[in-house]
């Protein structure tokens, strides 16, 4: 950064009686509740407190339809060889507050079909990620997909969070396409940040903040119109394209 363009930005911030730049005051913050376990009703899905009884058969059947285990390259974990393995690590997940699971149950199939989560969630701070999300072959590129995540971005915001993160593998092309379709904005890369199955995994960041909500929202709410959907389902305008839109609202 030129030292012109870093004074440009210094003008732009507080100071102290120093001199120093400070960041913006934040008036009557109150920190917002950790995510309840309550469902989250949308029109191509439900989001649910995740429950081995009650989902585990639903999703292990809906996860056999990734045959190749394509699905779980990602994640620190899976794919499962055996329903037993799968029910060990759905009773823990269930537990489990930070990260707080989920399971997404598509509307017209009626069956679960994916997981996500909230983790890292720093009410102090007003900061909450999205992740652990894993999604069955009957669930990806469904609007049910994209609504289960809208369901969730919404849910945070409307708590009282002040930014929403997202993280994956920088390798993962697919999840850093979606991040960005969904109105995150870029933030860097984290190198050397983890081991994951024995490989390293430098992570892409993605955020969006509470300031810039209220664009992405207005461009999930226009995608997920049912006038938005032709008589086969085919979208008619891209929530990418919708995305341009409330990016350039939000420089």
């Not at 309840?36 to 292990?60: Q, T, W, Y």
């Not at 017209?108 to 909230?118: D, M, Q, T």
Request: glycine share 6%.
């Amino acid at each position: 950064m030129s030292a012109a363009r870093f004074r440009e930005i210094e003008l732009e911030v507080d100071t102290n009686d120093l001199g120093q730049p400070i960041g913006a005051p934040v008036p009557n913050w109150t920190p917002p509740a950790p995510p309840s376990r309550v469902s989250l009703i949308g029109r191509c899905c439900k989001v649910e407190p995740l429950d081995c009884n009650r989902h585990g058969a639903g999703l292990f059947e809906s996860n056999a339809l990734d045959t190749t285990g394509a699905t779980w390259t990602y994640l620190a974990y899976g794919p499962f060889d055996d329903f037993a393995s799968y029910t060990e690590w759905l009773k823990a997940s269930e537990k489990s507050l930070d990260p707080n699971f989920y399971a997404i149950v598509d509307q017209s199939l009626n069956r679960p079909v994916g997981i996500a989560s909230y983790l890292r969630i720093d009410p102090k701070s007003g900061s909450i990620e999205i992740g652990h999300l894993h999604f069955s072959p009957l669930l990806q590129r469904t609007c049910a997909a994209t609504e289960a995540i809208y369901l969730m971005m919404k849910n945070a915001f409307n708590l009282g969070y002040r930014r929403l993160e997202w993280k994956c593998n920088a390798l993962n092309a697919p999840s850093r396409r979606a991040a960005e379709r969904f109105g995150l904005k870029f933030e860097g890369v984290f190198r050397q940040a983890l081991i994951v199955k024995g490989r390293n995994r430098d992570t892409a960041w993605y955020s969006a903040l509470d300031s810039e909500w209220p664009a992405i929202d207005a461009a999930f709410t226009r995608w997920l119109d049912l006038a938005n959907f032709d008589g086969e389902g085919k979208q008619i305008e891209a929530l990418s394209k919708l995305m341009e839109s409330a990016r350039k609202d939000n420089q």
